[in-house]
Structure formats: C-alpha cells, structure tokens
C-alpha cells in the first residue's frame, strides 16, 4: 500500500506559470517535509511541517510557498517557476519531531519548465 | 567545507565482490546517521541506520567513527541488484532539529 503519495509523478509547465505538487501520506505521521533534488545533486531540503508548524530553510527562495491543510496533505507552490527550478520535487514523511526517525519518501514529481 | 561528502564513484565492481563507501560530515554535534538508497529516477529509501557501535544487516555492516566524522558502508558479495547510489545523511542538529543533509552520493554498479 503507498504510503506517501506524490502527484502528478510529472509536471510539465511554463516558465512564469504557477504550479502545485501535491503530496498526501497515510501513515498520519506528524512531520512532513519537501525536498529538491537535481540530477546528480543531494535532496535539499526546502521546508517542513511538524502538524501546523511550518519550518523554512534560510536558503529557501520566497518563490517556494508550502501549505498543509491537514495531517495527510501537504502542497508545495512554486509561484513563478524559472529553468533553474526544473527538478525532481520529493516529499517525506516522519513520525515525530524529538526523533530523528525514519524519513519515508514519496515517488517524487519530476518538474519540467519550459 | 560542504557538511555531507561522499566519494561520487562510479564504482565498478563485479557480482560477488566486496565494496565499501565512506563518507565524512562536518558537523561534531550530529547524533544520527543513515545509509539511503536511491535507485535511478526514483525515491530514496532507507537502507540502514547507522550506531555508534556498528551495525550489520546482512551483507550490509555499517560503521561510525566520531572521532574522525567518518560513516562507512561495507557491501559484501554484490548483486546485480545492489547497483544503485547509495546516499549518506546525517542529521544537521540545527535549531529546528528536524534537518537531514543529504551527500550527493555514490554510484554503484554492479556487472556480471
């Protein structure tokens, strides 16, 4: 059964044309977070969840926006997408904030920008 | 000095042999340590939890040395299917507490 769920698995959009990735988890974990990932790089970390509380990284551009309606959602807005912002987009998922424990990952979306 | 590094390979290695990855992290203060897996275009996942004392999961033996920063993962008599990048993450122990730093990775492939 999927766990964190991730769509689309890939969008394609223009560039300056809002988009959002959705992701949805069934473990009602309490932490859920976005990563960006580029060929051949690390996932960095954009932003977390721990329930409502919403945690940015400094280094996270402003045209990165995450909303978290409930427990089981999470949505990542990318309000004027450039070229630079092609990437695979991956959700996670963890238990807790006190323990560092298992991050469960979603499928990813792979973002294009034309 | 990047806080995650890994040797990005690739590793060519035949079935059956015996590999081994290292990785080094800057921060001191880190408390967890992982081994992930991420095969081409997909998801990373959890490979194994890296302890102070070493850990084994069958042909997989993960090793921590503080003193020196230094995570290792021994991957014993390969398979075809180990061919994969193996990521190694360590927790960041920043103010959010919630942080993982992911290294960019080492490519593994194994030929028959």
């Known amino acids: 059964d999927a766990m964190v769920i991730q769509n689309p698995r890939y969008q394609v959009t223009q560039f300056g044309k809002p988009v959002t990735l959705s992701c949805s988890q069934t473990?009602?974990?309490?932490?859920m977070y976005w990563y960006q990932q580029k060929s051949s790089q690390a996932p960095k970390l954009l932003f977390h969840?721990?329930?409502?509380?919403?945690?940015n990284e400094a280094d996270t551009p402003d045209n990165f926006q995450s909303r978290r309606p409930n427990t089981s959602f999470c949505f990542l807005d990318i309000r004027s997408p450039g070229l630079g912002d092609a990437a695979m987009y991956l959700c996670?998922?963890?238990?807790?904030?006190?323990?560092?424990?298992?991050?469960?990952f979603g499928p990813g979306t792979r973002l294009t920008v034309l | 000095r990047k806080e995650v590094e890994q040797d990005p390979g690739p590793f060519n290695v035949p079935e059956g042999a015996t590999v081994a990855f290292n990785c080094t992290y800057s921060?001191?203060?880190?408390?967890?340590f992982f081994w992930y897996r991420q095969d081409c275009r997909k998801e990373p996942k959890l490979l194994m939890s890296?302890?102070?004392s070493g850990n084994e999961d069958g042909r997989f033996t993960a090793q921590l040395n503080r003193a020196s920063q230094y995570i290792s993962l021994l991957i014993r008599d390969s398979k075809l299917s180990d061919s994969a990048t193996y990521l190694c993450?360590?927790?960041?122990?920043?103010?959010?507490?919630?942080?993982?730093?992911f290294g960019k990775g080492t490519s593994l492939l194994v030929t028959p």
């Open positions: 996670a998922t963890s238990r807790d904030k006190t323990i560092l424990d298992t991050q469960y």
């Open positions: 473990l009602n974990h309490n932490v």
């Open positions: 969840y721990y329930d409502k509380d919403f945690n």
């Open positions: 921060n001191s203060a880190s408390q967890s």
């Open positions: 890296v302890y102070s």
């Open positions: 993450v360590v927790d960041s122990n920043s103010n959010s507490g919630y942080a993982l730093n």
